[in-house]
């Protein structure tokens, strides 16, 4: 089996420990270089994390033969520009979520790597985590009966560099949005995992404690093609904290943190009465290295990766209708 040589495009916050590490941790998959936008910071993470080569940019990086792929870590708005290189190079590719800004610029991202014929992934890491897979298997055991609606629950403070208008989340022309954008969607992404497709999507938004410009609460109600129905409300300047995704089934119900690494709470009602389990699965140190091992692996010809831009596209889309762009 081929040992897959990684470039990463961007060294920032992400790629110190959830995604980094797992690509020289992974079978088969070396980190070999680097780049970032200041280069005495990719030299740095090069010599902690012992990355072999360090490129002035992706150009560069592109250019090497011994590189068989790209991992692109740098916010959204820089996403399509590297991405199409990636595409025209027929470099395999891993990019952070949210893939592009808006829905267009991801399909045309897609249509690049669709016309060199190059394989692309997304990083919705949750699909691939032990507890998200839990919740899969209870679904198909029908542990809660027929599913009725779902409903994601997600509130904390600002904190104080989105307050001081620091944070590159909240400047939509680098993240497509608010705080939402950077949180959302891997919520909305691990309900299309679990459910399907959204194809219907109603949408209320408003900035109450103008913090910065922004979104920083939003209420939206969806449906699924398959008929379920689900909602979510978020605030982002709440005095309280609370991240929870809720199934409820004619048999009963299942919740869990999406962010956080909590039981799963199981409840039940049957002929022996109701019954409540918490179910504790352990989270991987590096949390994107098992997606990481499977694109690796379908690169390998040995597994499918179950996040791509095909399944992100679907999330982006739910996006645009949001923020009513589409």
Known sequence: ??????????????????????????????????????????????????????????????????IDAIYIATPPGFHKEQAIKCAEAKKPCYIEKPVALCYEDHMEIVKAFEKTGTKAFTAYYRRRLPRFLKVSELLEQRAIGEVRF??????????????????????????????????????????????????????????????????????VCFS????????????FAAGTEKDVIEIIGSKGRISFECFGTGAIIHENISENGFTVRELSVETPEHIQQNLIQSIVDELNGEDICPSTLYTAARTA????KIYGKM
Not at 8 to 13: E, F, L
Not at 162 to 184: C, L, R, V
Not at 317 to 320: A, E, R
Request: with cysteine; proline share 3%; net charge negative.
């Open 317 to 320: 889309w739910v996006c645009d």
């Open 150 to 219: 779902v409903h994601i629950s997600y509130y904390r403070p600002a904190y104080e560099n989105e307050k001081a208008g620091k944070d590159w989340h909240i400047q939509p022309d680098i993240s497509g949005g608010g705080i939402f954008m950077d949180i959302a969607v891997h919520q909305l992404d691990i309900l299309d995992f679990l459910f399907g497709r959204i194809n219907e999507v109603k949408s209320l938004f408003t900035n109450q404690a103008h913090y910065y410009k922004p979104e920083d609460m939003l209420n």
């Open 1 to 66: 089996m081929k040992t897959i040589h990684w470039g990463m495009v961007g060294c920032g916050d992400v790629t110190e420990k959830k995604s980094g590490p797992g690509f020289y941790k992974a079978c088969n998959s070396v980190l070999y270089g680097v780049t970032n936008r200041t280069r005495s910071k990719a030299e740095d993470y090069a010599a902690r994390h012992r990355v072999t080569k360090v490129y002035d940019n992706i150009d560069e990086m592109l250019s090497d033969p011994k």
């Open 224 to 235: 699924f093609e398959n008929g379920m129905q689900g909602s979510g409300d978020w605030c």
